[in-house]
């Protein structure tokens, strides 16, 4: 989940903690889709084209949960489990003991981290825990995240924008003065 969430807030343009975000390009774009999916090896323009496509039919879902359409979000997930004809398989490699995978047939990077990506939220979207998918509710910011708090109450993408929301709140009150 943490993949999707990284995915979606480098590949998908909007606001950022206040600012407009942009996509990365070229090199810096292809760095951040590395840095998102934890890889060691270089990304190709092709492979960052096709995991920015998927990262945009992500958002979608963030933001039909987000906008109370759980119907949308579902069907959104589902049309992105059959596109990447996403199966669960168990996989063992790079030294590493067998894992599971949710890898399609196509053999992409792209569809196959898509795969991954669309079965976690999947997971996440059909269980108690929906409301967890989140859209970060700060004023001038439009990034997701996952709430894996304990009580369930997070409403912001970082830290950062709960302090921005909580000093601006605290001007308001008069609380603290302007310099």
């Known amino acids: 989940m943490a993949v999707a969430v990284a995915l979606v807030n480098t590949l998908t343009p909007g606001e950022r903690r206040g600012r407009p975000y942009r996509i990365p390009e070229g090199e810096a774009r292809r760095a951040a889709v590395a840095e998102a999916l934890r890889m060691r090896r270089e990304i190709t323009e092709e492979e960052a084209d096709e995991l920015e496509r998927y990262a945009a039919r ?7 949960v987000a ?3 759980l119907d949308r979000a579902a069907g959104r997930l589902n049309r992105l489990l ?5 199966r669960p398989h168990l996989d063992r490699h790079d030294g590493e003991p067998w894992h599971l995978h949710f890898h399609g047939t196509g053999g992409t990077l792209g569809g196959d981290w898509a795969a991954s990506c669309a079965t976690g939220l999947a997971i996440v979207l059909g269980s108690e825990l929906h409301d967890r998918l989140g859209v970060c509710t700060a004023g001038r910011c439009d990034r997701v995240y996952v709430d894996v708090s304990r009580n369930g109450t997070r409403r912001y993408c ?4 709960q302090n921005r929301v909580k000093t601006a709140a605290f001007r308001d009150r008069g609380l603290i003065k302007e310099r």
Do not use: N, P, W, Y
């Open 58 to 64: 992500l958002r979608q879902v963030f933001d039909a």
């Open 82 to 86: 059959r596109d990447t004809e996403a």
């Open 158 to 161: 970082s830290t950062a924008c």
């Open 67 to 69: 906008a109370g359409d």
